[in-house]
């Protein structure tokens, strides 16, 4: 009968062919493209309307954006940046070593320090700062309760609107600064320690040398993230009608009245300093982790060589064969 | 409670050295005539460890139960015992990682940790505490090398920042000690570039930099694969040899029985019993030791 398959061969398996010759095709995405194209168009969108759109006022932009008193306005407030971000971190790490002591009296300073200055306006302390005057005259040096005087000055003359602006960045920086570095040395392993005190190695230098480089890798993200809200930050300062670059085009729109594009020349600065910002924060966080990956990742700068030099360089060759 | 005298005399010793040879000269029995102590080479003459009736507590309880124990220059004693026994922290208390509750302990007569004036005990500063530290090195069972300095910068670190040797001098010492473990070659890798074992040689040679009279291991094997744990026993043995006196708390009963003068059995914070490998191994006089090695011996090896 003809409905009889032949036994013999629908026992043995089929042999398996050889996949190692077939050719990979990759799973397909679809909906990856629909969503490229959505963005895409999102994108071009809104390109198109800040082109288009004459109230943008590019030209005024583009004029006020490197003028003299613009420029000016940016260096104050890279300065105030860098002053307050330095000294806000340094004086961080000492309240963190503070915190971490085995010593109460050190640990309650440094824990009512954070406390007092996380938890009051950063307004309110420039404007205690400016206004230091009012509460206390003169400021001097000397043996308390005699007339024995080092130093004495008047509080208004100490205290200009810069000094002021640095001191209430400062503080309120270091206040932050202390628990980001806190939680970057709790993340190291206590074993790090033990083994640096067995050997012999000072309380300073254990934290320096083998704590602080660990620390740094869980340090560093947060660390940027504040030095970047500090570029920001310091357009508060405004209310002492110090001359950073905020205060700078609030100046210049109050006379022409042309108050969204000057805002977009501070906000365009911004943009290019937290664009250089990040690129440091990059190479910084490379060097920091080396030890702690087997290898390094490649740098933009070197993944794009290695692109060219493998792709365009390579594909004359293939063209010879 | 139990104090030890494991001080050698010659006649201890040349026994040791008996023993210890008898495994490697079975081929040629001629040798064991030679009756030099194989684990002294050149003359130990510091490095002597006086342990006396220490106590320690964590919280309410008692991890150590009033231990003594002495230890000679060059001598080389290992301490087993179920884990909880206490093995660990009497070795973190010679180095004074941890502070004492009770007790003294001695290193070639110089009190660890305190000094004496009039008839008190002053409890030293840290700076001081750290200078006995170098001379005592040691070993963890998790390695705790600096995962951001290379292997020989993790060795010649202690040297330049606590001893403050030229970095060309500790560069030099460190090649050297990195030969000694086998790495030479491996200077420049970190240490997650490195195999478990490598990296526990490495910090064998860390713990040597300093040129110690005493080295302590902490488990130095037991976070190895165990394929790599003979690799860190074997510079283990040569040190053995060198004259520095060693500490070694261990779960391996066979490198225990090769390498010690002395086995000391720890159970609940008490020393049980110490004595030659021979006795403790073959001749166990307590109760509590025979059944700790029933448990953690495998007949099948035959150790």
Same mark, same amino acid.
């Given at each position: ?321 | ?89 009497? +070795?973190?208390? @010679?180095?004074? $990682?941890? /502070?004492?509750?009770?007790?003294? !302990?001695?290193?070639?007569? &110089? ?121 860190? +026993?074997?510079? @283990?043995?040569? $040190?053995? /040899?060198?004259?520095?006196?060693? !500490?070694?708390?261990?779960? &391996? ?51």
């Amino acid at each position: 009968m003809s409905a009889i398959a032949p036994p013999a061969t629908a026992e043995t398996a089929p042999p398996t062919p050889n996949y190692s010759e077939y050719k990979v095709v990759p799973a397909r995405q679809p909906w990856r493209w629909v969503g490229t194209v959505l963005v895409a168009a999102g994108v071009a969108a809104i390109a198109w309307s800040l082109v288009t759109n004459p109230r943008w006022e590019w030209g005024v932009v583009a004029e006020w954006f490197t003028a003299q008193s613009v420029v000016n306005g940016l260096i104050e407030t890279l300065k105030l940046t860098a002053i307050s971000g330095v000294l806000g971190f340094v004086l961080g790490f000492i309240l963190a070593l503070m915190r971490l002591s085995s010593s109460p009296l050190l640990v309650s300073v440094s824990w009512t320090f954070s406390w007092i200055f996380r938890s009051t306006p950063l307004l309110v302390q420039l404007l205690l700062w400016y206004n230091l005057g009012y509460l206390y005259e003169k400021i001097s040096l000397g043996i308390p309760f005699t007339d024995v005087r080092f130093f004495e000055a008047q509080t208004t003359t100490l205290i200009s609107q810069f000094a002021a602006a640095v001191l209430g960045l400062t503080l309120n920086q270091a206040a932050y600064s202390a628990e980001i570095i806190r939680g970057g040395i709790l993340s190291v392993d206590q074993g790090q320690l033990e083994a640096a005190s067995a050997l012999g190695i000072p309380a300073w230098k254990r934290s320096t040398r083998i704590v602080l480089p660990q620390a740094m890798r869980a340090i560093l993200p947060n660390a940027f993230n504040e030095i970047i809200g500090l570029v920001k930050g310091t357009s508060i300062v405004y209310v002492l009608a110090y001359s950073e670059l905020f205060y700078t085009v609030q100046v210049i729109y109050n006379r022409t009245q042309q108050v969204l594009p000057l805002l977009l020349v501070a906000t365009l600065w911004y943009v290019v300093i937290t664009s250089v910002l990040s690129i440091f924060q990059y190479y910084i966080e490379r060097h920091f982790s080396k030890g702690a990956l087997r290898t390094l990742p490649l740098t933009p700068l070197q993944r794009a060589r290695k692109f060219f030099t493998t792709h365009v360089a390579a594909s004359p060759t293939k063209d010879a064969r | 409670m139990s104090i030890i005298a494991a001080r050698k005399d010659s006649a201890a010793a040349a026994k040791v050295a008996e023993e210890k040879q008898a495994p490697a000269s079975a081929a040629s029995p001629a040798n064991t005539t030679t009756a030099q102590p194989a684990s002294v080479n050149r003359p130990a003459t510091r490095g002597q460890v006086d342990i006396t009736n220490v106590r320690k507590s964590f919280g309410t309880t008692e991890v150590l139960k009033g231990v003594s124990l002495s230890v000679p220059p060059g001598g080389v004693a290992v301490i087993v015992g179920p884990s909880g026994s206490g093995k660990s922290t009497l +070795l973190r208390t @010679i180095n004074h $990682l941890e /502070k004492v509750d009770g007790g003294y !302990i001695t290193i070639d007569g &110089e009190l660890v940790g305190y000094e004496v004036r009039g008839n008190k005990l002053h409890e030293l500063r840290e700076k001081d505490i750290l200078k006995q530290r170098t001379h005592i090195g040691m070993v963890f069972q998790s390695f705790n090398l600096f995962p951001h300095l290379t292997a020989l910068e993790n060795v010649i670190e202690a040297p330049i920042v606590a001893q403050k040797r030229s970095k060309a001098e500790a560069r030099k010492r460190g090649l050297e000690l990195l030969d000694r473990v086998g790495l030479k070659d491996r200077a420049d890798a970190y240490p997650r570039q490195l195999s478990g074992g490598q990296q526990q040689r490495v910090a064998i040679a860390r713990a040597l930099a300093l040129d110690p009279k005493i080295l302590l291991f902490d488990e130095p094997t037991s976070a190895l694969d165990p394929e790599l744990v003979n690799e860190v +026993l074997d510079v @283990i043995r040569e $040190l053995a /040899k060198s004259g520095t006196t060693l !500490i070694v708390v261990t779960h &391996e009963m066979g490198f225990a029985r090769d390498v010690a003068d002395t086995v000391v059995f720890m159970d609940q914070g008490q020393i049980v019993e110490s004595g030659t490998p021979q006795d403790i191994f073959a001749n166990p006089r307590e109760e509590r030791t025979r059944s700790f090695f029933s448990k953690v011996i495998e007949p099948a090896f035959n150790i």
